[in-house]
Structure formats: C-alpha cells, structure tokens
C-alpha cells in the first residue's frame, strides 16, 4: 500500500462477524471468527482462495439503508463483518487493515456487480453493498471477535 498518511488515525470497530455455511444463504452473526491465510474464515460458504476471501461493510452504510425505512442489519448484505468508524469504501486497493490483535487484512475490491437485484434493492429501489461493500484477502491469519480494534496500518512498498 501506498501509506502517505491519508488514512492517519484511521481507527474503528467490528460490531458484527458473520458466516453461513453455503452460498446464498443468510449470513448470522457468530460472535468470533478465525480468518485463515489466503483462504478466508474458516466455515464460511464464501471463503476460499482468490481476491474476495473476505467482505466487510460499515455499519454507516447499512444505516443508510434504515433511513429509508428498511429494517436491515448486521450480515443483512451478506458481508462476513461489520464494521463501525472507517469509511471502508473510500480506502485504496491495496490498504492494510488490522483486525483484532494480529489478523492482517489486505483491501483488494471496492464494490461489486450485483447481477441479481437483492430483496434490499426490490424494496428501497437502491442497496449499498455494490458501491460501499469492500473484500479483502487475508495476509496473516488468526482470530477476530465483535468489539475488536480495526485500524488501517502503514504498510511499506
């Protein structure tokens, strides 16, 4: 990552991990998660190799959803955590995060296509997971549990 000091006192919380065990099921809240290297959390339907081992989005966001009346919530946009106090779609590709204690998290997406409207879409006419959902791989695994530090970190070259 390029670390010049745009992200300074980047700092925030996870309020929420959250699995499911397959594909296009409801992601639940499970209170901690272990991330495995390159490969994503471990018992999650999503997880595996590639660039999209995790997928993260802040709580500002969903709250965005719930100004329009909606009633959503944590892992409601299938994101494996929620966050609260960084502006997670306004990071580089590229970015650090540290997660808990140890776990190191590498931004690599910003967004994605949504090819099939959710019901959040079909109800609110908009959903914010395409433009606001952020995925990242996992660099240095470990554990991460609600109400765990998340910081952006430098990172050299």
Same mark, same amino acid.
């Given at each position: 990552?390029?670390?010049?000091?745009?992200? &300074?006192?980047?700092?925030?919380?996870?309020?929420?991990?959250?699995?499911? &065990?397959?594909?296009?099921?409801?992601?639940?809240?499970?209170?901690?998660?272990?991330?495995?290297?390159?490969?994503?959390?471990?018992?999650?339907?999503?997880?595996?190799?590639?660039?999209?081992?995790?997928?993260?989005?802040?709580?500002?966001?969903?709250?965005?959803?719930?100004?329009?009346?909606?009633?959503?919530?944590?892992?409601?946009?299938?994101?494996?955590?929620?966050?609260?106090?960084?502006?997670?779609?306004?990071?580089?590709?590229?970015?650090?995060?540290?997660?808990?204690?140890?776990?190191?998290?590498? @931004?690599?997406?910003?967004?994605? @296509?949504?090819?099939?409207?959710?019901?959040?879409?079909?109800?609110?006419?908009?959903?914010?997971?395409?433009?606001?959902?952020?995925?990242?791989?996992?660099?240095?695994?470990?554990?991460?549990?609600?109400?765990?530090?998340?910081? @952006?970190?430098?990172? &050299?070259?």
């Amino acid at each position: 990552m390029r670390h010049d000091g745009k992200y &300074p006192a980047a700092a925030g919380k996870i309020l929420s991990v959250n699995t499911s &065990p397959g594909k296009g099921q409801k992601k639940r809240s499970v209170g901690r998660c272990v991330l495995r290297e390159e490969f994503g959390i471990q018992g999650d339907g999503h997880a595996g190799g590639g660039i999209r081992q995790v997928s993260l989005l802040a709580q500002e966001s969903i709250d965005k959803i719930r100004a329009a009346g909606i009633d959503v919530g944590c892992g409601d946009f299938a994101e494996n955590i929620t966050t609260q106090g960084i502006v997670l779609h306004e990071l580089d590709i590229g970015t650090r995060l540290l997660a808990g204690e140890s776990v190191l998290l590498e @931004v690599t997406q910003i967004g994605k @296509v949504c090819h099939t409207r959710c019901a959040i879409f079909h109800a609110v006419g908009d959903c914010v997971m395409p433009r606001e959902g952020i995925f990242a791989r996992v660099l240095i695994g470990g554990e991460v549990r609600e109400g765990d530090d998340l910081r @952006v970190v430098p990172w &050299p070259e």
